[in-house]
């Protein structure tokens, strides 16, 4: 590029020799002048209800409130949980372990902060339900089944 211009002689080795200096000096001036958004200044969120209420660890709950928007992270009490931002109103998350009984639901922003206790943020860990499963006709004849097969078996090597 520079070898097409014509120049006296000893300024166009000067021109070669500062050209990658100039270019890294308007690069930074465009940089330091370039407009950036501002990051401070917006509201702390604030959760105004869970749902559901009341869960056992592992379920997914919708907590809905007001600037949700840069969410860094959803704490049950003092327990961190994974989070889905939905919208600037919504986020879901898992219900973490760890925890017990009442606690609050907090929603951390960048820049902005945690959003504070209330009424409408407490959330209270449920027992899980346990049920044992129903026995049909088939799996019970099986399970009987079963133990005479192994009830001969015992007897055999015992009194063998």
Known sequence: MLENVRLPRGRRHAVVAYLPRVLLSLACLCI???PRPSFGG???PV???VSPASAPEGTLVTITGTSFNNATAVHFGTVSAAFTFISA???????PAGASGSVDVTVTALFVGTSAPNPGDVFTYAAPSVS???LGMYSTIALGLLLACFGWYALRRKFA
Do not use: E, R
């Open 47 to 49: 959760v105004t209800a």
């Open 132 to 134: 044992a499963p129903a």
């Open 89 to 95: 109103t919504t986020i879901t998350a898992t219900v």
């Open 32 to 34: 330091f002048l370039y």
């Open 42 to 44: 917006g509201a702390t």
